[in-house]
């Protein structure tokens, strides 16, 4: 529908095949999801150029659909490229984005990577009080 309205190379078309994606792999058809989900990158990177921030989304859920169906060297490659195209003052998507890479690594066996990560994460939006535990985005933050 993207691809009638806007052409081919146009960031409706990028959001309307990463929104298929989604859905196809809700349905149970997670490969046809992860190749619209790919398509989506290849359209929204010749629209927007190389360094599109939709891109980092994608990524993320194309990381979520291969964490899910059990892909976690693929996962994590998607969730690194993620934080490569998240804006630096995006606080709280990096967080979530490094929360969502620490469980792929453990989920894969590379317990020591999971956890340095998610130390990472959670000093990344650590509130600056001594004493204050906070939850952001559905990561518990503990006193490090």
Same mark, same amino acid.
């Given at each position: 529908m993207g691809y009638r309205l806007s052409g081919p190379d146009n960031v409706d078309t990028a959001n309307a095949l990463a929104h298929l994606g989604i859905f196809q792999h809700r349905f149970g058809q997670s490969?046809? @999801?992860?190749?619209?989900?790919r398509r989506? #990158?290849? !359209?929204?990177?010749?629209?927007?150029?190389?360094l599109n921030a939709r891109s980092s989304d994608y990524y993320r859920h194309l990381g979520d659909i291969y964490d899910?169906?059990?892909h976690h060297t693929? +996962? !994590? @490659?998607?969730?690194?490229? +993620? #934080? =490569?195209?998240t804006p630096l003052n995006d606080v709280v998507s990096t967080a979530s984005i490094m929360q969502r890479l620490a469980h792929s690594y453990v989920s894969g066996g590379q317990y020591s #990577? @999971?956890?340095?990560?998610? !130390?990472?994460?959670?000093?990344? !939006? =650590?509130?600056p009080s001594? %004493?204050? %535990?906070? %939850?952001?985005c559905g990561l518990s933050l503990i006193h490090i």
């Open positions: 490969k046809e @999801g992860i190749k619209s989900l989506a #990158l290849y !359209v929204v990177q010749l629209a927007g150029g190389p899910e169906v059990r693929m +996962a !994590v @490659g998607c969730f690194r490229e +993620a #934080l =490569r195209f #990577l @999971g956890f340095d990560v998610q !130390v990472k994460a959670l000093r990344s !939006v =650590r509130v001594p %004493c204050l %535990c906070v %939850c952001v």
